[in-house]
C-alpha cells in the first residue's frame, strides 16, 4: 500500500506532466469550442455543463501543475480564457457570445478551487517523516 501512495504521490509531483496536459487541454478546448464539425465526442446535453466541466479540469490541470502558484494569478487567466474562448466565437458564424458560458467557465474554476483531497496535503512535509526524527 505504502508503494501505491509513493507512486500516487511521484505522480502527482510531476509538475512537467501536470504543465503537458494543461496545454493539451487548453488547445483541445479551443480546438473545440471554434470548429463547426461535431464530433463523436461524449458531452453532456447542455454546453454550460461542458463548461463547466471544462474549467473544472483546466483549475485542477492548473493546481497541480503549479501547486505553489495562489489562485489570484491563475483564476483571473482562465476565466480570461473563457472569454476569449467567447470573443472568438462571437466571430464565427456558426457559434454565439453567451455570457452564460462565461458563467458556467467561473463557476467551473471556483469548483476547482474547492479543496480537493491530497492537492495541498501532500506538498506538506512533516518533520515526524523525516529520517532525524528517531
Known sequence: MATLK??????????????LA?????????????????YPIPSAPSDKVNHLIAFI??????????????????????????????????NLPYRDFSLADVAADGAGILIGLLPWPGLRKIDKSDLRNSPESV
Not at 6 to 19: D, G, K, V, Y
Not at 22 to 37: C, K, M, Q, R, Y
Request: without cysteine; charged residues 10%; glycine residues 4%.
Open 22 to 38: 494543461l496545454l493539451l487541454s487548453v488547445i483541445a478546448i479551443g480546438f473545440l469550442a471554434t470548429t463547426s464539425n461535431s
Open 57 to 90: 479540469e483546466l483549475t485542477i490541470v492548473t493546481r497541480l501543475a503549479w501547486p505553489e502558484l495562489r489562485a489570484i494569478w491563475y483564476a483571473p487567466a482562465l476565466l480570461a480564457f473563457g472569454f476569449a474562448i467567447e470573443g472568438v466565437q462571437a
Open 6 to 19: 509513493h507512486q500516487l504521490t511521484t505522480l502527482l509531483h510531476f509538475r512537467p506532466l501536470w504543465r
